[in-house]
Each structure stands twice: as structure tokens, then as C-alpha cells.
């Protein structure tokens, strides 16, 4: 059951992607481009991402318990160090330079281009790189 859940999950969270335009690349770096040609579209499906998880953690909270798991499991960590920053730099880079970020990158998979072959494979490279260099933390 946590499959099926899963997948349809995945499935909502692809389409939001691409109806909203975060699988475009462009209108992902038109928005960051506050300085220039700023495209404010986007500000809509981030008050619309804010406002749904605003209200869904209120909800979920409510029952106590998840409704295929034990418990809810979160971080436990709420320091601010070095690896977090560096990471979050990392990202926002990544994020400016090509238009993507990890979801819409893959959600966008299904039509492969070259700047889509190069992110997906420093991000994969990025991850690869961060689980060796932090085993024992």
C-alpha cells in the first residue's frame, strides 16, 4: 500500500511541476532574475506550496500518528553549521545556473537534453561525493 500511495504521490507532485511551469527552465531563471527581466510567475506556485504545507502540517499534526507508519519522523538536528550552508550555497548555485532543481529535473527527465544530462549528472555526482565525505557525521 505505501507503494501505491507513493507512486500517486509522485505522480500529483510531477504534474504540479509541470503545470506550473517549474520544469521550464527558463521561467525558473526568469524568476530568480530579480535584477533584470524578473518573471514573477512562479511566486504563485511557492504562496500555493507555503499555504498547502502551512495548512496540511496543521491537519496531519491533528491525527497524532502518520496513516502508514508508526510515528512521524523528523529531524532531530536544528543547529546551523557549515556542511548546511555549503550545501544550501551548492543548491542555489545549481539552482541559478541551470533552471533546475531536483524534482523538476527529473520530472523533465522524459525529454532529455544536453544542460538536463549535465545537471542530473552533478547532482547524482554532488550526492555521490556528499555521502563519502560525511560517513561517521
Known amino acids: 500500500m505505501k507503494a501505491v500511495i ?3 504521490t509522485g505522480l500529483v507532485f510531477s504534474l504540479g511541476l509541470t503545470l506550473s511551469g517549474m520544469t521550464d527552465p527558463a521561467r525558473v531563471v526568469g524568476f530568480l532574475d530579480v535584477a533584470g527581466d524578473w518573471d514573477p510567475t512562479l511566486i504563485f506556485v511557492l504562496g500555493g506550496a507555503v499555504i498547502t504545507t ?4 496543521r491537519l496531519v499534526w ?4 502518520p496513516l502508514l507508519g508508526e ?6 538536528r536544528r543547529d546551523i553549521d557549515g556542511r548546511l550552508l555549503l550545501g ?4 542555489g548555485v545549481g539552482w541559478g545556473l541551470s533552471g533546475y532543481c ?3 529535473a527529473i ?6 537534453s544536453l544542460p538536463l544530462a549535465g545537471f542530473l549528472l552533478t547532482m547524482l555526482l554532488g550526492w555521490w561525493l556528499a555521502t563519502r565525505l560525511t560517513r561517521g557525521h
Do not use: E
Open 6 to 8: 507513493g507512486f500517486i
Open 54 to 57: 502551512f495548512i496540511g502540517y
Open 62 to 65: 491533528r491525527r497524532g500518528t
Open 71 to 76: 510515528r512521524f519522523q523528523l529531524p532531530r
Open 88 to 91: 544550501a550555497a551548492l543548491f
Open 102 to 104: 531536483p524534482g523538476p
Open 107 to 112: 520530472v523533465s527527465s522524459s525529454a532529455m
